[in-house]
């Protein structure tokens, strides 16, 4: 038994009742490629059936704002650097998540695979704003930022316009940060206290695990996108749910492709308490702060049509984007970390040993 997994019982010493599963990332790679998780096959249904009691209540009390109060500004600048400032609500959980890690050095995150996660993902965020920003969004409040602006592409005039706030590149890397950080902290730590002994991850031997993509799933994509275009011609805004359809493409579809191969490597509570978390201060920071003060806005001839009125207009696609970002980010992880760790070379004698 390698000395790194201490948790885990010896022939010589009897299993505790309740003991600390180990993550992938607390695995050397040798012991990582092998390992999945026991009973855990269930677990995304169950996420699913959390996320359906909270959001079905949830849709049937907002839909009774029929006539929404109008927020009345009192100053020409009310909120100073807010979309600055609020970029805060990401990096203090990377900083402290970070600090934490570094008090705790028997806890070790697989840095490779976490910044390649990190950087591709934000990297499509990054690309929604340069060639998509002007045509989806809007960022009519120029004093809730620093005013450094980027070039992004105007799809209506055919032209570069710099008219894209620095912060949103910042909101893509430190958002994607703290969902994997706040994934990653709840697997090896808070919820490993919670685990039984069936729950430990068990050894399957697999040097090359094999990463399959379940086409029939990009199949609920199509679906939800032809729905999406029929239901927008029934509404007064003429045009293509155009952020809808990027947000299917670049997150939904991709995730859903990898699920049921990454289904078992994923701590689904830990994965529950991130997704919970980053939707939560994420609906609460559009509902409250970014829209109702203009930080950024929605054109809705790019969206589906249907806008949230107790969230000050907060447009369908936003609590979809939302539960994505967990979504995909966790799933994304799992399998860049699991090729990561097949491409490492395994230690002098392991061959002949399994």
């Not at 650097?81 to 990377?94: A, D, F, N, R």
């Not at 539960?323 to 395994?346: G, S």
């Amino acid at each position: 038994m390698p000395a790194n997994l201490p948790h885990q019982p010896t022939p010589d010493v009897a299993a505790p009742e309740v003991a600390t599963p180990v993550h992938p990332v607390g695995l050397a790679h040798s012991e990582l490629s092998s390992r999945i998780r026991a009973g855990d096959s269930g677990g995304a249904g169950v996420v699913a059936a959390i996320a359906v009691v909270g959001l079905l209540p949830s849709f049937l009390t907002l839909r009774t704002v029929v006539h929404p109060h109008q927020l009345v500004a009192t100053s020409l600048d009310p909120t100073p650097l807010g979309y600055t400032w609020s970029l805060s609500l990401w990096i203090v959980p990377v900083l402290a998540i970070s600090l934490w890690l570094h008090a705790s050095p028997k806890y070790n995150l697989p840095l490779r695979s976490f910044w390649i996660t990190v950087l591709s993902l934000s990297a499509l965020g990054v690309i929604l704003d340069l060639a998509f920003g002007n045509a989806f969004f809007t960022f009519p409040n120029k004093g809730a930022v620093l005013g450094i602006y980027v070039w992004g592409y105007d799809l209506l005039s055919g032209q570069w316009v710099k008219n894209i706030p620095i912060e949103e590149f910042g909101f893509y890397l430190f958002g994607i940060a703290a969902a994997l950080l706040i994934y990653l902290w709840s697997d090896i730590y808070w919820f490993g206290r919670y685990v039984t002994p069936g729950d430990l991850l068990v050894e399957r031997r697999q040097a090359r695990p094999k990463i399959e993509l379940h086409w029939p799933s990009a199949l609920i994509g199509v679906g939800l996108l032809i729905a999406a275009i029929l239901y927008k011609r029934t509404t007064e805004y003429p045009g293509f749910p155009g952020y809808f359809a990027f947000l299917l493409a670049v997150a939904f579809i991709p995730g859903s492709l990898l699920l049921r191969s990454m289904s078992p490597f994923i701590n689904w509570r830990a994965y529950s308490f991130s997704a919970l978390a980053m939707f939560t201060i994420s609906m609460l920071w559009e509902a409250t702060a970014a829209v109702p003060y203009e930080w950024w806005g929605y054109r809705p001839e790019m969206m589906i049509g249907i806008f949230v009125k107790a969230w000050a207009g907060v447009p369908i696609e936003e609590p979809f984007l939302w539960l994505l970002v967990t979504f995909t980010t966790v799933i994304v992880f799992e399998a860049i970390h699991l090729l990561v760790v097949a491409r490492m070379p395994a230690p002098a004698g392991e061959d002949s040993a399994s």
